[in-house]
T-cell receptor, first 110, second 113 residues
Framework: AQSVTQLGSHVSVSEGALVLLRCNYSSSVPPYLFWYVQYPNQGLQLLLKYTSAATLVKGINGFEAEFKKSETSFHLTKPSAHMSDAAEYFCAVSDRFMRFGAGTRLTVKP | DVKVTQSSRYLVKRTGEKVFLECVQDMDHENMFWYRQDPGLGLRLIYFSYDVKMKEKGDIPEGYSVSREKKERFSLILESASTNQTSMYLC????????????FGDGTRLSIL
């Protein structure tokens, strides 16, 4: 079965700094990959998805992710963190079911 | 926009009670899902439904059942609630294709006392 591993349960950055959230996937076939964000007391919202059209995927709120087959990675980045980016982020891979990583909580310091 | 609505944001029940969590989606999606979210464990799939009256067990179905009598509505049932079922429960829906995202409700935080 396909799976994802998120490296780092907590990431802390300063406002204006680069955000890098790591995700590695395990898949025997080209995967469908997703990043979701969860703000406190809310459900998950889709940030972006990879479906093999392009290796660099742009999402909402200035986030993007790059699919690297050789590294089986799909890391999420944002050039400049904003206070409003503080949330929990989930990477997911989809075949018949969607499999979620354990999540990375992003803290943004003023 | 897709709207997935969960009937309660917060719910407190007692051990042994039968508990119903309701979820409604307005986009005519074929697939609906119930997840449980616990700190450090991410989202774990409890049950999945791909059509009316059709269901499949997910990773942690024990102690739960589901009902889907209408396409837009998917109910999660805790037959006899126990304290280890205290958690955040998330409902989601999606169209019938693996490359499509799931759309989530805001969750129900359930406490079993």
């Amino acid at each position: 079965a396909q799976s994802v591993t998120q490296l780092g349960s907590h990431v802390s950055v300063s406002e204006g700094a680069l955000v890098l959230l790591r995700c590695n996937y395990s898949s025997s076939v080209p995967p469908y990959l997703f990043w979701y964000v969860q703000y406190p007391n809310q459900g998950l919202q889709l940030l972006l998805k990879y479906t093999s059209a392009a290796t660099l995927v742009k999402g909402i709120n200035g986030f993007e992710a790059e699919f690297k087959k050789s590294e089986t990675s799909f890391h999420l980045t944002k050039p400049s963190a904003h206070m409003s980016d503080a949330a929990e982020y989930f990477c997911a891979v989809s075949d018949r079911f969607m499999r979620f990583g354990a999540g990375t909580r992003l803290t943004v310091k003023p | 926009d897709v709207k997935v609505t969960q009937s309660s944001r917060y719910l407190v029940k007692r051990t042994g009670e039968k508990v119903f969590l309701e979820c409604v989606q307005d986009m005519d999606h074929e697939n609906m899902f119930w997840y449980r979210q616990d700190p450090g464990l991410g989202l774990r799939l409890i049950y999945f439904s791909y059509d009316v009256k059709m269901k499949e067990k997910g990773d942690i179905p024990e102690g739960y059942s589901v009902s889907r009598e209408k396409k837009e509505r998917f109910s999660l049932i805790l037959e006899s609630a126990s304290t280890n079922q205290t958690s955040m429960y998330l409902c989601a829906s999606s169209s019938d294709s693996f490359d499509q995202p799931q759309h989530f409700g805001d969750g129900t935080r359930l406490s079993i006392l």
